[in-house]
């Protein structure tokens, strides 16, 4: 099936630092999705993406959809220590792949 | 009134035994999935249900059987429970199969 790679793996930042993670595809996705998931929880949907090019932004998240819809970005602006947990991204049609995921921790 | 909801949250098990989980979506989607995440939190889908016809059945042992009684409903059966069954395994929903998935908050299976 469709795979979805996702990097970095971890990320460690001090509390007002960006944070950046990277989704890449082999083959063309029709769409794009973001997950939020916190230790211990559940993950939760954050964005979809669906057209080539596309940026959406949340407050201090912004997300982008590459030109040619195989690859896509999660950026967070200053992070805050309520940002740590683990950000998925998943591509695919009516069977979404998950990335591995990257897991953020923000030290205080 | 929780959207999707599973039980059991925790379920320890001695190895050989046979374990459901139950799951139950009140969002009106007509998709739902089993994901499994292990202690890597990788997330692997094993089902995918629409409106209780199986989608997509991965490579996943047959010693696990999903039920959909109605698109409500997706349940998930383990027979024979094996050391490397243990991991958290997530329900989800999504209107189409398209839309952004709803999971529930998971079943932590621990099989000793």
């Known amino acids: 099936g469709q795979q979805v790679m996702q990097i970095p793996q971890y990320q460690h930042v001090q509390e007002g630092e960006d944070f950046t993670t990277y989704c890449n595809s082999s083959?063309?996705?029709?769409?794009i999705q973001w997950y939020k998931q916190r230790p211990g929880g559940h993950p939760v949907f954050l964005i979809q993406l669906v057209k080539s090019g596309e940026v959406k932004k949340q407050k201090r998240l912004t997300f982008q959809f590459g030109e040619a819809k195989k690859n896509s970005s999660l950026h967070i602006t200053a992070t805050q220590t309520t940002d740590v947990g683990t950000y998925f991204c998943?591509?695919?049609?009516?069977?979404?792949?998950f990335g591995a995921g990257t897991r953020l921790t923000v030290k205080p | 009134d929780t959207a999707v909801s599973q039980t059991p949250k925790y379920l320890v098990t001695q190895m050989g035994n046979d374990k459901s989980i139950k799951c139950e979506q009140n969002?009106?989607?007509?998709?739902m999935y089993w994901y499994k995440q292990d202690s890597k939190k990788f997330l692997k889908i094993m089902f995918s249900?629409?409106?209780?016809?199986?989608?997509i059945n991965e490579t996943v042992p047959n010693r696990f059987s999903p039920k959909s009684p109605d698109k409500a409903h997706l349940n998930l059966h383990i027979n024979s429970l094996e050391l490397g069954d243990s991991a958290v395994y997530f329900c989800?929903?999504?209107?189409?199969?398209?839309?952004?998935?709803?999971f529930g908050s998971g079943t932590r299976l621990t099989v000793v």
């Open positions: 989800a929903s999504s209107p189409d199969g398209y839309y952004g998935y709803t």
């Open positions: 969002l009106g989607h007509d998709t």
């Open positions: 249900y629409n409106n209780k016809e199986l989608i």
């Open positions: 998943a591509g695919g049609n009516n069977d979404m792949r």
């Open positions: 083959t063309t996705l029709s769409n």
